[in-house]
T-cell receptor
Framework: GENVEQHPSTLSVQEGDSAVIKCTYS??????FPWYKQELGKGPQLIID?????GEKKDQRIAVTLNKTAKHFSLHITETQPEDSAVYFC????????????FGKGTKLSVIP | ETGVTQSPTHLIKTRGQQVTLRCSSQ?????VSWYQQALGQGPQFIFQ???????GRGNFPPRFSGLQFPNYSSELNVNALELDDSALYLC?????????????FGPGTRLTVL
């Protein structure tokens, strides 16, 4: 099955700076990579995802890049704001073509005003 | 908001008891997945239901069972509760089409086992 590793586990940035979170996966057949944001007391919220047929996807201040050769993908948040503070999770399908997601252990992002 | 609802929001049980958690999927979604999230960890897949049938199971014992109803809502049942079952239980709905796609999570049910 898929193994997803996420780094760093905690990240503190000054407001306005950029934040980058990286994940590696083990199954080269994986083809879908979502990122979730989880605020305290809430369920994970899908913020962006990417499929293996593209290398980068952007949505306003958020972008995801995918390197299939190295089997890693990254979340980039630019111009961070205090409301970006949350725990972020990456995920990948447990098996190619499966809806079952394997999650990383999460990154707690703190944006300091 | 995703349109996925879960009940109850919080629950306290004692060891050995049984619990039923409920999930209503987003309108139009026919697939529900259940995840267990221990404190400080990422969600772990329990099982998935697609069109009322179990469609995949994670590494959880048989005392974790589920149901999906014709309206695609779902239940998670846990028998013989153990202290380690204390966690946030999340359901996620999606539109099954044979491959991975967007999953939308509910707010979760916080289960505490004493």
């Amino acid at each position: 099955g898929e193994n997803v590793e996420q780094h760093p586990s905690t990240l503190s940035v000054q407001e306005g700076d950029s934040a980058v979170i990286k994940c590696t996966y083990s199954d080269s057949a994986s083809n879908y990579f979502p990122w979730y944001k989880q605020e305290l007391g809430k369920g994970p919220q899908l913020i962006i995802d990417i499929r293996s047929n593209v290398g980068e996807k952007k949505d306003q201040r958020i972008a995801v890049t995918l390197n299939k050769t190295a089997k890693h993908f990254s979340l980039h948040i630019t111009e961070t704001q205090p409301e970006d503070s949350a725990v972020y999770f990456c995920a990948a399908p447990a098996r190619a073509g499966s809806y079952q997601l394997t999650f990383g252990k999460g990154t707690k992002l703190s944006v300091i005003p | 908001e995703t349109g996925v609802t879960q009940s109850p929001t919080h629950l306290i049980k004692t060891r050995g008891q049984q619990v039923t958690l409920r999930c209503s999927s987003q309108s139009g979604h026919n697939t529900v997945s259940w995840y267990q999230q221990a404190l400080g960890q990422g969600p772990q897949f329990i099982f998935q239901y697609y069109r009322e049938e179990e469609n995949g199971r994670g590494n959880f014992p048989p005392r974790f069972s589920g149901l999906q109803f014709p309206n695609y809502s779902s239940e998670l049942n846990v028998n013989a509760l153990e202290l380690d079952d204390s966690a946030l239980y999340l359901c996620a709905s999606s539109l099954g089409s044979g491959g991975p796609g967007e999953q939308f999570f509910g707010p979760g049910t916080r289960l505490t086992v004493l």
